[in-house]
């Protein structure tokens, strides 16, 4: 940390920011007459304009330390006025849940910023039908911003071993509520993690990232299914650090309205069930193996294929069929295809039907599928049809499948 910017200095600073407002209004409220009150706005803005100057100077130097990802960013959040630093602040660095703050929580979520902490968090993924226990474990240190690293990432449907489950099965509930609040938790697929972060709010928006690929992951691996239902509510997501939790509804902003099902029961044939016998697909062990080294991987083509996960997951929760055509066609061409040349239909048809097709007809029939994604992709975007003619998205999307199944595989 610059010696510019310790604690003394940080806690001087937003006192004065505070004291000023205050300072002003009093002496306002004492102005005898209008020269009077025009003398003290002006000595007002001069110490107000000088205030801020070391406002953007300190905002400068949290980009350079790579707590912000762009200089606008971090001077727009790292500003004099208390309504914009309130949304980056907060005790060991967590932003409290009502966006409240004292001058001493603002001094320690500023030393976050510098310093950085490690975040903690749990968010429930997958709700549970019925199924083997599963658990699925992987280390990852170099992520997708400089401000992050050392991650490390436990997906399991055991509830009671999540290390938080008692912060979050127990807030602010009676005994009772403590009870069925748990019960409503265990019936979930649970991702729980730390990672080593600055940004509260950069560690929020990775968080959420990691889970709509861990989402799209369970559904290509046919761990999942996607299942519609508006009776089920996810549980809350956690974020923290140190001792202070943030307990909020993010996961609803992944999917809203929608869980997944995971189901061992073969008698269950909806969409939203699966059978994970042993002889219908992959073993289990397998897949969960697949899974751990696709998430650990820290190359580009890992990166590629988690970025198509979250394609994936966005073309099943789309609200039209032109929209899934358009995520279907950029995770596919984000996968096979060097968009950088031209004619991309063409190419994109080849690609695919070369690397799952089994035999000439199948490669025939796949080809025929890629056309008319481009053409409802087309009809989408430039037309705003929702219900392009002649395009499948089911069939498409189990072709996705089959490519993302392909490069977790190979990888």
């Given at each position: 940390m610059?010696?510019e910017y ?9 006192d004065?920011?505070?004291e000023?407002?205050?300072e ?5 409220s004492?102005?005898?007459?209008e020269?009077?009150?025009a003398?003290?706005?002006?000595e007002f803005?001069?110490?107000?304009q000088e ?10 130097f949290?980009?350079r330390?790579?707590?912000f990802d ?6 727009k959040?790292i500003?004099?006025?208390p309504?914009?630093r309130m ?12 966006g409240?703050l004292n001058?001493?929580?603002?001094v320690?979520?500023l030393?976050a910023l ?5 975040f903690h968090?749990q968010?429930?993924?997958?709700y ?17 911003a ?5 991650m ?7 509830y009671?071993?999540?290390?938080a489950?008692?912060v979050?099965g127990?807030f ?6 403590k009870?069925q609040?748990r ?13 080593h972060?600055?940004n ?25 299914k996607f ?7 996810p ?5 923290g650090s ?6 909020g ?5 992944i999917v809203s ?8 029961s ?8 699966l ?14 193996r697949?899974?751990?080294?696709l998430?650990?991987?820290e190359?580009?083509r890992?990166r ?5 996960l ?7 929760a789309?609200w ?5 055509a ?5 995770l596919?061409?984000?996968?096979l295809l060097?968009?950088?040349k031209?004619d991309?239909?063409?190419?994109l048809?080849?690609?695919?039907a ?7 007809i ?7 599928q ?6 409802a ?19 498409v ?12 595989v190979n990888?």
């Amino acid at each position: 940390m610059s010696d510019e910017y310790d604690k003394q200095s940080l806690t001087r600073l937003i006192d004065a920011a505070y004291e000023l407002e205050d300072e002003y209004f009093g002496r306002l409220s004492d102005a005898k007459d209008e020269q009077a009150s025009a003398k003290i706005k002006a000595e007002f803005e001069n110490k107000k304009q000088e205030i801020s100057i070391k406002f953007q100077k300190l905002a400068d130097f949290l980009f350079r330390n790579n707590a912000f990802d762009t200089k606008e960013q971090a001077r727009k959040a790292i500003t004099s006025d208390p309504n914009d630093r309130m949304y980056f602040l907060g005790p060991d660095g967590v932003v409290p849940d009502d966006g409240t703050l004292n001058p001493e929580h603002e001094v320690d979520g500023l030393l976050a910023l510098m310093n950085g902490r490690e975040f903690h968090f749990q968010v429930p993924v997958a709700y549970v039908r019925s199924g083997p226990e599963l658990t699925v474990e992987f280390e990852r240190n170099k992520l997708d911003a400089p401000s992050l690293s050392a991650m490390r990432v436990r997906l399991t449907s055991n509830y009671s071993s999540l290390r938080a489950f008692d912060v979050v099965g127990s807030f602010n509930l009676g005994p009772r509520q403590k009870s069925q609040n748990r019960l409503r938790h265990e019936n979930w697929i649970w991702v729980e993690g730390s990672l080593h972060g600055k940004n509260f709010q950069r560690v929020k928006l990775f968080v959420e990232a990691l889970c709509q690929e861990i989402q799209g992951a369970l559904l290509a691996s046919e761990l999942c299914k996607f299942e519609l239902t508006h009776l089920i509510s996810p549980p809350e997501m956690l974020i923290g650090s140190g001792a202070t939790f943030n307990i909020g509804s993010y996961v609803h902003s992944i999917v809203s309205g929608v869980a997944y099902s995971v189901s061992y029961s073969p008698s269950l044939t909806s969409e939203g069930e699966l059978d994970m016998r042993e002889g219908l697909g992959r073993p289990l062990g397998r897949r969960i193996r697949q899974l751990e080294r696709l998430f650990r991987g820290e190359d580009d083509r890992a990166r590629e294929i988690r970025q198509a996960l979250r394609m994936y997951l966005r073309a099943h929760a789309a609200w039209s069929e032109g929209e899934k055509a358009m995520f279907l066609a950029t995770l596919l061409e984000g996968l096979l295809l060097d968009r950088r040349k031209e004619d991309l239909s063409a190419r994109l048809q080849d690609a695919v039907a070369y690397w799952v097709g089994t035999t000439a007809i199948d490669r025939d029939g796949i080809r025929a599928q890629i056309k008319k994604l481009y053409s409802a992709r087309s009809d989408f975007v430039h037309n705003g049809q929702l219900t392009p003619s002649n395009f499948d998205a089911g069939k498409v999307l189990a072709l996705a499948q089959r490519v993302i199944e392909k490069e977790i595989v190979n990888l």
